[in-house]
């Protein structure tokens, strides 16, 4: 079982950067491939960017594509998402999530992903 917590949400101005941390609990974490997702209100719960167990493959929805990274530090059992060039649009609340398969690919939707966060909000003011 692998419990998942997410911190670093907040409130920025469009153009900021905030980056999101999310810790694991759990003896293999490099066996994980990470996810980050986030659903804003009244919207479906969406991709936003994924890691493989390893961190050797990174993916991302089009719509952060160029703004924003993920990482992760298997030492410290941590995934991060840095978010770069922030737009109203981004803001919603962001899981983090985690499946029993190193692999990411292909990994775009909710149900792929085993383990999840309890969400941390980020809201960027324009």
């Known amino acids: 079982q692998v419990q998942l917590v997410e911190s670093g949400g907040g409130l920025v101005q469009a153009g900021g950067s905030l980056r999101l941390s999310c810790a694991a609990s759990?003896?293999?974490?490099?066996?994980?491939?990470m996810g980050w997702f986030r659903q804003a209100p009244g919207k479906e719960r969406e991709f936003v960017s994924a890691?493989?167990?390893?961190?050797?493959?990174?993916y991302y929805a089009d719509s952060v594509k160029g703004r924003f990274a993920i990482s992760r530090d298997n030492a410290k059992n941590t995934v991060y998402l840095q978010m770069n060039s922030l737009k109203p649009e981004d803001t919603a609340v962001y899981y983090c999530?985690?499946?029993?398969?190193?692999?990411?690919?292909?990994?775009?939707?909710?149900?792929?992903?085993?383990?999840w966060g309890q969400g941390t909000q980020v809201t960027v003011s324009s």
């Open positions: 759990g003896r293999t974490f490099d066996k994980n491939a």
């Open positions: 890691i493989t167990g390893s961190g050797s493959a990174t």
């Open positions: 999530a985690g499946r029993d398969y190193a692999s990411a690919a292909n990994a775009r939707t909710w149900s792929d992903y085993r383990y």
